[in-house]
């Protein structure tokens, strides 16, 4: 049967209701960090503006559910490439006049009208609808599965991955990089491919890791002076940061200063508006520890069950689906999602090192909170075009 047969909307009101109520908590935590910000971004009006990128997320959101998820094949290559062509914009930087620098990363593009985007953020819903598409080709070429069809089909995943992965992480955005690989991470664990040839990258992985460990622990001083003077020399930095914080203040500062703020909350916060920890622009990266100074372990808990709860919804819309290509779509969007929770909370706890990777909904950001409601409307259009028939 044809399920774009059926126009009746089957909305997914847990879903809504979950998103609908971060972004309530993310204006009002902005609008509570607001006086505390530096004096530059005096007049800014951050609440203001991130309740306008909801209200255009939500017309996004309406709109991408309108049409009927399998017609994303259609138009995936064309925006996969025009992703590609905005990250090599970046890469080339040309034309320099858009390009935009903060923080030393060229990340950004400033269009005279649009404003400023981040190609990585969107390049994560284009990478999600391009894997689900080889995924799904492959798969109904190859129904008969073999070793050498898995491997195939790993080929053709890596080829579509690692260019975007790469020009995001000379950018530098390591933050990014790890993303788009947490997608294609958790698509490939779905694929179809033997667990066993899975576990045997794996390996590789690990083997690879040690290798580098062993090396570094054998030969500090060169592996050190080689990652200082390359284009990854702020991953080295990162790192130490967070091995050690107080050896290196200079990288480790702003986590010394999270630990502080968060643990300053205690159970139940020290209440709206007090802030006695300073952290620089906490309004995106680092949003997770003005709930937790404010509203304590309480309110902390209460943001980490509600992306629980929106993780968990995505997985049972996931696992319902009863078309591959939806059931690919949702996954891909749970590993971008998953990953980025993991890693925004994580890193605030010294649990992983820091990345510029904002809290997805509560971060202030247009084009990642426009990306993020995006991949939410995708979600509730694969659920609301999927029918459960009496003996499925």
Do not use: C
């Not at 480790?252 to 205690?266: D, E, N, P, R, T």
């Amino acid at each position: 049967m044809n399920q774009s047969n059926h126009t009746k909307l089957n909305l997914d009101s847990t879903l809504i209701f979950i998103v609908i109520l971060l972004g309530v908590i993310s204006v009002f935590t902005i609008y509570s960090i607001e006086p505390t910000l530096p004096a530059k971004y005096e007049g800014y009006h951050f609440p203001i503006k991130q309740a306008v990128w909801y209200v255009l997320g939500g017309i996004a959101v309406i709109f991408v559910m309108l049409i009927d998820y399998d017609r994303f094949r259609q138009i995936t290559w064309w925006l996969y490439g025009l992703g590609m062509v905005l990250l090599l914009i970046l890469f080339f930087n040309f034309p320099s006049s858009i390009v935009y620098e903060a923080n030393n990363a060229v990340s950004w593009i400033k269009f005279p009208v649009l404003g400023t985007i981040q190609p990585a953020e969107i390049m994560k819903i284009f990478l999600v609808l391009a894997i689900a598409d080889v995924i799904t080709r492959h798969n109904h070429k190859y129904v008969n599965r073999t070793v050498h069809s898995d491997l195939g089909l790993l080929v053709k995943i890596a080829i579509v991955s690692l260019p975007p992965m790469g020009l995001i992480a000379v950018q530098p955005d390591l933050g990014g990089f790890l993303v788009l690989a947490a997608i294609a991470s958790a698509m490939i664990l779905v694929s179809g491919i033997r667990w066993r040839v899975i576990f045997s990258i794996i390996g590789v992985g690990i083997g690879s890791l040690a290798v580098l460990f062993v090396a570094y622990k054998l030969f500090p001083g060169s592996i050190g002076t080689f990652l200082d003077e390359s284009v990854f020399n702020h991953v080295a930095s990162r790192f130490y940061g967070w091995i050690d914080p107080e050896k290196y203040p200079d990288s480790g500062f702003q986590l010394v200063y999270a630990m502080l703020a968060i643990g300053s909350g205690q159970l139940f916060g020290k209440g709206l508006h007090t802030f006695e920890v300073y952290i620089p622009e906490r309004h995106t990266d680092m949003i997770f520890t003005a709930i937790a100074e404010q509203f304590g372990f309480i309110g902390a808990s209460v943001v980490i069950t509600l992306f629980f709860l929106l993780i968990y919804r995505m997985i049972h819309i996931g696992i319902q689906s009863n078309d591959s290509y939806g059931s690919y779509l949702v996954t891909g969007l749970i590993g971008m999602f998953t990953y980025q929770i993991v890693q925004n909370i994580g890193m605030s706890i010294q649990l992983l090192p820091i990345t510029g990777l904002p809290l997805p909904f509560l971060s202030y950001g247009g084009t990642s909170t426009l990306t993020y409601l995006i991949a939410i409307g995708i979600v509730l259009n694969v659920h609301s075009r999927t029918r459960t028939f009496m003996f499925d």
